[in-house]
């Protein structure tokens, strides 16, 4: 069967077009009671304590608990596999209801009522007194020396880590570097770029809010069901902040509206499962407003890099440098891992002669929580470093794109750091079919020479990016796969879907592998943690490839019992075939098989002599057709001489990884005046391997596009540095792009086997939004001459920008 590679409908589509489909907040039981969380409104300090007369006074008020009433156990929230090794697991400094306040939102008391409307109105009426402290907002605030400590338990100072790494040789130094570069070519040979690049704090802007439902089962197991990427891991860190046993806890994810990482955090599930057993165990909702989503949750890093290269005039990268302050906020969350990533690719991009040098600090803060996001750090790296690049390219007055052509990362590239390979190569591939798309050739000398108030320009940019998280962290996942009585097959995955289309690739590469055609498998979208096998869950761009090795290893697996199976079947080994209602069809097989294949009688039949395709057990080479597989499935289930039920469950430890790489060009319109980008042409070109589904793959590109669009130019989270409030928590002041800013979104494949990936596939999800900000950003430049440091690049900011330059 040819299924992996075609454009199939996805399995979830009628549910989803039809609303049939069921989200968490549509499987609530009536009756159930609602709770609402009492956040801060400082940034900095300790409550001391509550006033609730008035708040318990609120008709429907069942229950009250505040920062006082929790257990203690700190807890972690990151969506990562836990580890038996200490230096593994995540940091623990966050509780249920927190008693020290890190920021203007955060969780202190919460209220259970009959209805919503109570449970609003009495968390409006409860009073706090607190010990208040000065906010720390920025990260230089927060390094500064004398600076107070937000989790003085754990950190003597702010910083969570700092990181040093470099490429080439381990002691290399940038400024090392440069004085090699001025003695052996001559200062005059050689061009130095010292600039500081700023990525915004921005919001995942999900469709689904954070929504949650819990209540305690007549056995004492504590179930939640939730809107979440990490079904499993949310359950260790449930078990984990309740201080019960994980057994005690059950997860259950329905279909899910949308998560972009945010929902790859244990978000409010612990506290609702809390006030369930506050209650006595009765269900309690706890469904998040958009305002708390913004605040309350996790956003993405502001990252602040200073960047500083090395070129020579005819063009070779000497030497880079990266210093990244990353602003964590109040607690750890991913903690390290999103600036040392982003430290990774930064010097992975590119071949530097000599060297590159990398620190990163990750730093808390009084301001909201910054998590993994779409991407994982590398939407701020690939800022910095294809900003960086132009700046390079525009020193020696050289053309961006050949400039990358012959510095980029080569084909065979292993990272040193950890060995992760670019085991198959597209990217040049990509960068000449986005050259030839966008008109680079023409364009950008043109563009170079332009005056007047409304100009055009083109830019680009490129990226890299890994497959999953091996060997930085575990990578594994099971699968089981269940041969119904009727020939089809039930797939049971960990693996989530969260909107990306995971349940329809992972149908196809089912079918692709036992035979089945796609429409009699039945991928189960809901995971239990009761009775769903372990995966760490949706992050990472994994699950096509992890999890995509378990459900490929499973199909495997399956496919030999059914061939087993039919094989007893025709040799009536053990099983008295012609008392059946498929007596017949066997003889009929038996005779095919002597006629085709030249079978003697009395010969036996092998499992290499047939084949499974399109539902039926064929001769090996796909004819003649023996009889269906559902002969097999009946026969299996209900032979009273060999009743077997043929499943199959396989775990998949993954221990491999592979680059995937791309770039984007893009042309745009900017009126000087009005600081206003039009984008008029634009396309990502992506190697990810063999491409699964172009369908769901080209919707993947086409979303991250967008979101890269509002990331290049409209996006941030503001925050008051006197009071840590944020400014703009709602979808009126916070600027997404909308249908009416988004042009036609162009997508190329570069189609190259990867010999890693279960199909010869790789890491698709997260890459899309990445490199679309920085290639507007060189756009500009192609435009104006205007070397724009702060994404995003606001009309204000534009404007400004301009007059500096005199352009305007």
Sequence with gaps: MHVVGKALPRVDIRGKVTGEAKYTADLEPAGILHGKVVHSTIANGVVTGFDLEKALAVPGVVKIVTCFDVPDHPFPTAGHPWSVETRHQDIRDRKLLNQRVRYYGDDIAAVVAETELAAEKAARLVKVQYEEYQPIVTTEAAMREGATPLHPELRKDNVIVHSHMTMGPSDFTFEEGRKQAEEQYGADNIAVVDRVYHTPRVSHCHLELPTSWAYVETNGKITVVTSTQIPHIVRRCTAQALGVPVGQVRIIKPYIGGGFGNKQDTLYEPLNAYLSLSVGGRAVRLEISREETIV????????????????????????????????????????????????????????????????????????????????YGIPQSIWMAECLTDDLAYAIGADPCQFRLDNCMQAGFVDPANGITFHSYGLKKCIEAGRKHIGWDEKWENYRHQTGSVRRGVGMAIFCYKTGVHPISLETASVRMVLNQDGSIQLCMGATEIGQGADTVFTQMAAETTGITPDRIYAVSTQDTDITPFDTGAYASRQTYVSGMACKKCAEELRAKILAYAVRMLNQDGI???????????????????????????????????????????????????????????????????????????????????????????????????????????????DSGTIINPQTARGQVQGGMSMGLGYGLSEELLIDEKTGRVRNDNLLDYKIPTAMDTPDLHVEFIELDDPTGPYGNKSLGEPPAIPVAPAIRNAILNATGVAMDTAPMTAQRLIAAFRQHGLI
């Design 296 to 375: 309350s949750t996790r956003t993405r890093h502001a990252i602040d890099g200073h960047c500083r290269g090395i070129v020579t005039r005819d063009g070779r990268i000497l030497a880079r440098q990266l210093e990244a302050y990353a602003n964590n906020g109040a607690y750890a969350s991913h903690g390290h891992a999103i600036c040392a990533n982003c430290g990774n690719v930064f010097k992975d991009l590119y071949r530097d002669e000599m060297g590159a040098e990398i620190d990163c600090w990750t730093v808390y803060t009084s301001s909201p929580t910054a998590g993994a996001m779409r991407g």
């Design 576 to 686: 008295q075939m012609e008392q059946t209602i498929y007596a017949g069809q066997v003889k009929q097989a038996v005779q095919k098989l002597q006629q085709s294949i030249g079978l003697r009688d009395g010969e036996p039949v092998s499992a290499d002599m047939l084949d499974i395709v399109d539902n039926k057990i064929v001769v090996s080479g796909g004819e003649p057709v023996l009889f269906d597989v559902a002969e097999v499935a009946t026969t299996a289930f209900y032979s009273l001489d060999d009743s077997r039920h043929l499943t199959a469950e396989v775990t998949n430890q993954c221990k491999d990884n592979s680059f995937a790489s791309g770039c984007c060009f893009v042309e745009i319109e900017i009126d000087l005046p009005l600081g206003l980008v039009t984008v008029k042409d634009i396309i990502n070109v992506h």
